[in-house]
């Protein structure tokens, strides 16, 4: 079961807000690129239901995080079905997020107490989603709409938390772009991982990046 409470997993989503998506099917490869996030201030990181191996390998991680990065909050994405969910609940997941919404992955995170993080894109979708318990509504893909479309949305859904993934760039401009249209948190896939061989390097730009939300979010 998960070492986190929903609340506890909230407010480190929403105070360390730049959520790495990653896969990949060699454990200690994952491991190694989990070790360089944390040590770049990253707090909560989503692996991707991605391929066969994708729940032994997140097993593994959650057990390497436990012991390694005990402040990581270690979610799932990509969950389409209830079995799915259930499965790697079972194995540790601190969070569920969907590229849609789903509502029998909703039932299973909510039965499980777990923060539900569905997918959408328009107002009315954004809606439902929270209301059948998302904890935060993502948008996506968010290279589709632009930080723009989030400023509109902010006028009619000043209160619903938003996590926008896709199209968001590892550089102050992005960054600052999204989180001044009014996203409490970005997700962040191959971009922040070019040459992430040199997991030294990553942790140093995560850093930097995290360095440079937490100053946008001050002001």
């Given amino acids: 079961m998960p070492r986190h409470t929903p609340s506890?997993?909230?407010?480190?989503l929403l105070r360390y807000p730049v959520v790495p998506v990653f896969y990949h099917a060699d454990a200690?490869?994952?491991?190694r690129i989990v070790q360089a996030c944390y040590a770049g201030g990253i707090r909560v990181f989503e692996f991707v239901n991605r391929g066969e191996q994708a729940l032994a390998v997140f097993a593994e991680l959650q057990g390497f995080v436990a012991q390694?990065?005990?402040?990581?909050?270690?979610g799932i994405g990509t969950i389409y079905k209830a079995a799915e969910a259930e499965q790697f609940i079972a194995a540790g997941a601190g969070f569920v997020v969907q590229p849609v919404a789903t509502a029998e992955v909703a039932d299973v995170c909510r039965a499980r107490n777990i923060p539900w993080l569905p997918g959408a894109l328009t107002p009315t979708e954004i809606y439902h989603a929270s209301q059948f318990g998302a904890a935060v509504v993502k948008i996506f893909p968010g290279n589709v709409v632009g930080p723009d479309y989030v400023k509109a949305l902010r006028g009619p859904m000043p209160?619903?938390?938003l996590m926008v993934t896709g199209g968001v760039e590892p550089t102050r401009e992005s960054l600052a772009a999204w989180f001044g249209a009014g996203?409490?948190?970005?997700g962040m896939g191959s971009q922040l991982f070019k040459n992430a061989d040199d997991t030294e390097a990553l942790a140093a730009r995560i850093g930097e990046l995290m360095a440079f939300v937490s100053e946008l979010k001050k002001n």
């Fill in 183 to 186: 996203v409490n948190a970005v």
């Fill in 8 to 12: 506890e997993t909230l407010a480190a």
């Fill in 28 to 31: 200690a490869y994952a491991q």
């Fill in 68 to 74: 390694q990065c005990p402040e990581m909050i270690l």
């Fill in 159 to 161: 209160h619903i938390k």
